[in-house]
T-cell receptor
Framework: DTGVSQDPRHKITKRGQNVTFRCDPI?????LYWYRQTLGQGPEFLTY????????KSRLLSDRFSAERPKGSFSTLEIQRTEQGDSAMYLC????????????FGPGTRLTVT | TQLLEQSPQFLSIQEGENLTVYCNSS?????LQWYRQEPGEGPVLLVT?????EVKKLKRLTFQFGDARKDSSLHITAAQPGDTGLYLC????????????FGTGTKLQVIP
């Protein structure tokens, strides 16, 4: 049973650089979510896909953030011109209707912007 | 806005003690989920409660959904060091695609 995987697990980058993260969901799950989490807080919604369609993007997400899910399978999250405030854990989750609210998370990508 | 407030925010107890974590909202949820997250890992789904008043047990963990479906509690009996982690409640927002809102989290430390 293959769970949700994310790559890389850790990323250290300098301010102003671009970074890209990958998420591979559970294969039969058609819903994919990206979240951002800071220490000790609950995950904060960033964006959501159903199959390859991006159905919602958080208003908290600046134009520097973009996500894709080109074939309805894996997804990428890109952050352009990173800022120190972008330092956080980026979590990917997938789910399957009718219990789409039950989210299966990957291990996350820890981003540190120096 | 459907917010989920958890209390306490932090809890440090000795091994063998009992504890209860609360998840409260002013909004009605069709269901609530509980997750546990260990440091450096993603949250792991523990349980879903659906019916008002429902009680579910998972070994030493007891989950209850409030009668009005606005709140939930997690009770741990005889806590073990392995219970240490961040406990999150979550619930689907009203709307079409089951977007989920997460609670503020309760960080539990069980000291051996």
């Amino acid at each position: 049973d293959t769970g949700v995987s994310q790559d890389p697990r850790h990323k250290i980058t300098k301010r102003g650089q671009n970074v890209t993260f990958r998420c591979d969901p559970i294969s039969e799950h058609n819903r994919l979510y990206w979240y951002r989490q800071t220490l000790g807080q609950g995950p904060e919604f960033l964006t959501y896909f159903q199959n390859e369609a991006q159905l919602e993007k958080s208003r908290l997400l600046s134009d520097r953030f973009s996500a894709e899910r080109p074939k309805g399978s894996f997804s990428t999250l890109e952050i352009q011109r990173t800022e120190q405030g972008d330092s956080a854990m980026y979590l990917c989750a997938s789910s399957l209707p009718p219990r789409g609210y039950e989210q299966y998370f990957g291990p996350g990508t820890r981003l540190t912007v120096t | 806005t459907q917010l989920l407030e958890q209390s306490p925010q932090f809890l440090s107890i000795q091994e063998g003690e009992n504890l209860t974590v609360y998840c409260n909202s002013s909004s009605v949820f069709s269901s609530l989920q509980w997750y546990r997250q260990e440091p450096g890992e993603g949250p792991v789904l523990l349980v879903t409660v659906v019916t008002g008043g429902e009680v579910k047990k998972l070994k030493r963990l007891t989950f209850q959904f409030g009668d009005a479906r606005k709140d939930s509690s997690l009770h741990i009996t005889a806590a073990q060091p392995g219970d240490t982690g961040l406990y999150l409640c979550a619930g689907p927002k009203t709307g079409g695609y089951q977007k989920v809102t997460f609670g503020t989290g309760t960080k539990l430390q069980v000291i051996p």
